[in-house]
């Protein structure tokens, strides 16, 4: 019973490998493209992108200065580790 499941299971991933092989052949990249396109169109349910978050004038030099601080404490951490002991 398996071996027939199995069986099955290859013989219909054949008809998609089958499917796409006629776009693989475009030797230009817009036009294979356009095939692929044409063959699964783009789907319109895609939500569009966040927006990243404004940051008011007067904090954007306080999360500068909050990176500098950090940054400077990575650095003196990684100094500290022996290099070819």
Request: net charge positive; hydrophobic share 40%; charged share 20%.
């Amino acid at each position: 019973m398996r071996v027939i499941a199995f069986f099955l299971l290859c013989m219909s991933s054949g008809a998609a490998i089958a499917q796409t092989s006629e776009c693989q052949s475009i030797p230009k990249a817009n036009a294979r493209l356009a095939c692929y396109d044409k063959a699964f169109p783009p789907t319109t349910s895609a939500k569009p992108a966040p927006k990243a978050p404004t940051i008011p004038q007067d904090q954007q030099g306080q999360i500068v200065d909050r990176l500098a601080v950090e940054n400077s404490r990575l650095d003196a951490k990684l100094k500290t580790i022996c290099r070819g002991c």
